[in-house]
């Protein structure tokens, strides 16, 4: 029961707002009596306590209780309420009371003392969320923490709220009553009712109330803090501010307040008195701006997560609603390596004090048990073999470690620690990805436990690191180079992570014949020095980045031919040039591969290692021992570095060394013919497309047909074929031009004799899935349906299919002015 004894009573002071100004119109107090006032409880969620003569407030290790309790607006509506103090006389049970932290919001829904519970406001309505709890709809945000003061030295104790701008609230939508809810942390209190014995424990609120006309609060924006980014020093050794400087811009009012809490909710024990005011702290003032640094006994932890509010007041005394936002203190490794580059090393734990936020998040996805979530899994598994496969997922959280745009990345790696050697040894390569997952719900099939991916989302897999490590290596730590990706990913601020695919095959690769599974460690192995690291080395940014080279020859996707007299064939030992005068003060990464992912590197070579090309030399012969295969597309890549190791972005280029040659004709003309499955080694090349699109089906086509259709029909309507084939792969060596050049296509069947056209086309975007009577690509509509619009050129040739026409006989349009300008 309450405490009630014969004490000196004392005389109930004002709680001045922090957020007050010094207002000269006729101001009036008054003093308000509770007329309702319950409690609501989480352990007899419909039970109503309006019997019981105290109100419960707090936490236990059982319940939850929160009271309710209101009292009767007599403002003159258009006065201004000036401060608002709601008081309550409590005493703490079994817990120690500094431990309690009490808290006061308006209660927007209406109610009844006779019948609210946790679940309900009165006998027919629930509450938006149980315990009053939904935010906008039940209740409003809650008010800064309460003041507490002993009486006398009872075991009782007068909690003060500043209702303030909960009452202006109120009083602005002309309510009948000022409706709060009242709970607290870390503990319950006991507060009295209005039937106390003690007339001087009785709930009451306290208001200033100004004769002036009320204002809007003004309106304020804080300015030195981005949402779900860390807010840090600008020294060389990364370190969260821990003593923030609160700054704000475009002040439309008198004065400010800041809030700071661990809470989203703005409820934490662990919060000390992160409350500034300009009327109270030494804020530097402009004329709408200003900024104030917390002292530091105010100093924040790190590893925190914090929230912070800041709202404005006018000069009317009413203040504004709200605005929030939250920044990160992440707790860093770093060391200063006295060079003038420091370098982070950290695992994917540890980084914040909440679980929730890891700095590297990973997870294994199997085709072999494709709705098996693996992402609590203390190991992480790759593997290829002759009937499943897996790969891992690697999120690296980057935007949590505070790097900026003014930093210089030297050297950047992820590390996995093997944990099984494989019995056979698979080629590990880690690419980057744009893919996104969650962790706990990711496997083969779905990337969320709702939306599909193709392939575990191999799919997405980029280009890979340039680091490319056999399994069966001796070190059991695999390091893979990511520089490039963090260098790229700070010129763009974002509060996404990076993503990268952990994998030994891609592609075309196949599948191995034996198991070549190989096991890491994860981020939730219970061993920390099994867990994936990431290494970052950087430097304060020198004001010019290092310039990327110059791809010169071939051109991007281009053939590599050899002459012999006026004869064309492949040329297996190409020259690959760069631009030296560009090149030359810098060194060189060169990479070749016969992948598009530079998986399978058939030369690497890396200046800070060794140096057999010098940039300056401005080319790359391929050796005769290293001769390339016919009927192949080659990938390579070119980056540069200063003498700090500062890497450029890389420069990536293509070549086909093709099996095609020309026959001669006599005299100077040769012949090439070019058709589906020219390239030995390649399914890709030469690249042709074809579909049949109907006016009769305007928004499906033919994909996957084996026969180009052409229809002119009244009752099967209009079938157009599109045909089109790049041939910037077949390019011809300078000097030689085109002197004819026609389509030749089979016959299949026909109905009746009919002329066929052959139209030069200028809409090149068209995709064969995609396409059809009204779009090119599934979205984008054609000029005039059909094709037949803009995107239609000149007739180039046209053919008439005759009654002698036999099935097989080959069909051939002369098309060589659209073939002169392609090449």
Not at 93 to 115: G, M, P, T, V
Request: hydrophobic share 35%; proline share 3%.
């Amino acid at each position: 029961m309450f405490l009630s004894a014969d004490i000196l009573v004392t005389q109930t002071s004002f709680e001045t707002s922090v957020l007050e100004d010094n207002n000269v119109n006729q101001t009036s107090t008054r003093t308000e009596s509770a007329a309702s006032q319950v409690y609501i409880s989480s352990m007899a969620t419909t039970f109503n306590f309006a019997v019981d003569p105290n109100t419960l407030v707090g936490v236990n290790a059982t319940d939850e209780a929160r009271g309710l309790i209101n009292f009767p607006n007599a403002v003159s509506y258009g006065d201004t309420i000036q401060s608002a103090t709601l008081s309550l006389f409590c005493t703490n049970q079994y817990s120690s009371i500094n431990s309690i932290s009490s808290f006061a919001s308006s209660l927007d829904k209406s109610w009844r003392e006779s019948q609210a519970t946790w679940t309900n406001s009165d006998s027919t309505i629930f509450w938006q969320t149980s315990g009053a709890d939904g935010i906008d709809s039940d209740r409003s945000d809650w008010e800064l923490p309460s003041v507490k003061s002993q009486i006398s030295t009872t075991g009782v104790y007068n909690y003060s709220f500043n209702v303030t701008k909960l009452v202006q609230s109120d009083s602005m939508d002309n309510k009948t009553t000022f409706d709060f809810v009242i709970s607290a942390i870390g503990g319950m209190l006991q507060c009295a009712e209005s039937n106390n014995n003690t007339a001087s424990y009785h709930p009451e609120l306290f208001l200033e109330i100004s004769s002036s006309a009320p204002g809007d609060g003004g309106s304020v924006e804080s300015n030195f803090a981005v949402d779900g980014m860390p807010l840090m020093s600008n020294d060389l050794v990364l370190n969260a501010e821990t003593n923030p400087t609160l700054s704000y811009v475009n002040l439309n009012g008198s004065n400010v307040e800041f809030q700071l809490s661990l809470g989203d909710d703005f409820r934490n024990n662990s919060d000390l008195d992160w409350t500034y005011s300009t009327m109270i702290d030494p804020f530097n003032v402009g004329t709408n701006s200003g900024s104030y640094t917390i002292p530091q006994s105010d100093s924040i932890q790190n590893g925190s997560i914090i929230y912070y509010r800041v709202r404005s007041l006018d000069s009317s005394g009413m203040i504004s609603n709200w605005s929030n936002g939250n920044f990160l203190l992440p707790n860093l490794d770093v060391t200063d390596n006295k060079d003038g580059t420091a370098t982070i090393y950290m695992g994917g734990n540890g980084i914040f004090d909440l679980a929730e936020y890891k700095l590297i998040e990973d997870v294994e996805v199997d085709s072999n048990t494709p709705n098996a979530l693996l992402g609590d899994s203390d190991t992480i598994s790759v593997q290829s073999d002759s009937t499943t496969e897996s790969i891992v997922h690697t999120r690296i959280n980057s935007q949590y470690l505070g790097l900026n745009s003014s930093l210089s990345i030297i050297e950047a790696d992820i590390e996995y620690t093997r944990t099984a050697n494989p019995l056979v040894s698979p080629m590990i390569s880690l690419h980057h990805s744009d893919s996104d997952w969650k962790e706990n719900e990711a496997n083969w099939k779905y990337y969320d436990g709702i939306n599909l991916w193709q392939n575990g989302g191999l799919s997405s897999a980029g280009i890979a690191s340039s680091s490319i490590l056999m399994g069966d290596q001796s070190n059991s730590i695999f390091s893979f180079a990511i520089e490039d990706v963090i260098q790229d990913s700070l010129s763009v601020q974002s509060n996404d992570g990076l993503e990268f695919i952990l994998l030994s095959r891609i592609g075309a690769e196949s599948l191995s014949s034996n198991i070549n599974g190989i096991s890491f460690g994860s981020t939730e192995n219970a061993n920390s020095n099994l867990q994936p690291k990431i290494s970052i080395t950087y430097m304060i940014g020198q004001s010019n980045p290092v310039p990327a080279p110059e791809l010169l020859t071939p051109v991007k996707g281009g053939p590599v031919w050899n002459l012999t007299g006026d004869n064309i064939s492949a040329n297996t030992i190409p020259t690959l040039t760069w631009n030296s005068t560009l090149s030359t003060p810098y060194g060189m990464l060169f990479q070749l591969s016969e992948d598009e992912y530079f998986r399978n590197l058939l030369f690497n070579n890396d200046s800070r290692v060794s140096n057999p090309v010098q940039s300056s030399a401005g080319l790359f012969t391929i050796p005769h021992d290293m001769a390339l295969d016919i009927g192949k597309m080659y990938f390579w890549r070119m980056a540069h570095f200063d003498s700090n190791n500062r890497l450029s972005e890389w420069q990536y280029s293509s070549f086909l060394v093709s099996s095609l040659s020309s026959t001669w004709l006599g005299g100077d003309r040769y012949e090439m013919t070019l058709e589906l499955g020219t390239e030995l080694l390649e399914d890709s090349y030469p690249n042709c497309q074809e579909s049949t699109i109907s006016s009769v089906f305007p928004d499906f086509n033919d994909y996957g047909s084996p026969r180009m259709r052409v229809i002119d029909d009244t009752i099967q309507g209009t079938g157009t074929s599109l045909l089109q084939c790049d041939v910037s792969n077949y390019l011809l060596p300078s000097g030689y031009a085109i002197e004819s050049s026609q389509i030749e296509l089979q016959l299949d069947s026909y109905t009746n004799p009919v002329e066929i056209g052959v139209w030069e086309g200028f809409q090149h975007n068209w995709t064969n899935a995609g396409v059809s009577w009204n779009t090119y690509d599934g979205v984008n509509s054609w000029n005039s349906s059909g094709a037949s619009g803009g995107e239609k050129g000149q007739l180039l040739d046209s053919m008439m299919i005759t009654n002698s026409a036999s099935q097989g006989d080959l069909v051939v349009w002369n098309v060589t002015s659209a073939t002169q300008k392609s090449m």
